[in-house]
């Protein structure tokens, strides 16, 4: 997406088109906001993102304050819960935090669950131990007071976690050459960032660590010879290189933050 593009898109723009989308909705067959489609979210989720088991410490927070901004349907915010934080999600889209809500429901965990805009968090300053802003900062209209916010909201001594979308990677370099868009490439706004332009926008944080990560797992969503090629060859071979020679190429970007 070129900035021009991102720059004229509005929170108003952007609520309306997540209204209308549930990320992921195509890997289940049940319906929405039933049990079996969020079991069938929560294996997908981590099924593809398995490094997040490993990166982000679910279970090591408990009795803190967890903030999920852009929350979606609450896979991620429920495994906070589980572990006994006390959790509140935030979303932009009225239908994603109603899909969030239902999810805790059935899960049986608390987990509070608000609409609301990321740029313009309603909470005071210093309230939360630990915040979560996985996939919300390349889609926001405008990613800066995004950031800021979560910086504000956050303890003196806390972390934050973002994720954005590598620039300079494999998916994005497979997607022009193969010529599949990306997901939700049709969103208002969906920005790519090297390293060195996300570490620029997080300059508030006095600590900042990045890490490049997901790399190529089988596609269940891309069929026909493309898919074939992509699942058949493509997978084994990338990830039969050392890990060392690719690491900077991972599709995401996640910085740990502290405050």
């Not at 898919?227 to 290189?241: I, P, Q, R, W």
């Amino acid at each position: 997406m070129s900035p021009a593009r991102a720059s004229h898109a509005t929170s108003a723009d952007v609520r309306a088109y997540w209204n209308d989308r549930i990320h992921d909705l195509e890997i289940s067959t049940h319906a929405p906001g039933t049990p079996g489609f969020f079991d069938d979210l929560d294996e997908y989720h981590f099924d593809k993102l398995h490094h997040l088991l490993r990166l982000v410490s679910f279970d090591g927070h408990r009795g803190e304050r967890v903030l999920d901004v852009g929350c979606g349907a609450g896979v991620d915010l429920v495994r906070f819960a589980r572990g006994g934080a006390r959790t509140v999600g935030l979303d932009l889209a009225t239908s994603a935090a109603q899909l969030a809500k239902a999810n805790a429901q059935h899960r049986g965990v608390p987990a509070a669950v608000a609409v609301g805009d990321g740029e313009r968090l309603p909470f005071p300053p210093d309230v939360f131990d630990f915040v979560f802003a996985h996939g919300v900062v390349q889609y926001t209209a405008h990613d800066g007071p995004l950031v800021e916010e979560c910086r504000r909201v956050l303890k003196p001594g806390g972390q934050a976690i973002f994720q954005v979308y590598n620039r300079i990677s494999w998916l994005n370099a497979l997607s022009r050459v193969m010529k599949v868009g990306l997901e939700h490439e049709d969103a208002p706004v969906l920005r790519t960032y090297t390293i060195g332009r996300f570490r620029r926008l997080l300059a508030g944080f006095p600590s900042v660590r990045i890490v490049p990560e997901r790399f190529p797992v089988r596609s269940r969503l891309h069929k026909g010879w493309k898919g074939s090629l992509y699942n058949g060859v493509f997978v084994g071979a990338f990830n039969a290189l050392p890990r060392p020679l690719v690491r900077r190429f991972g599709w995401h970007l996640l910085a740990f933050c502290t405050k």
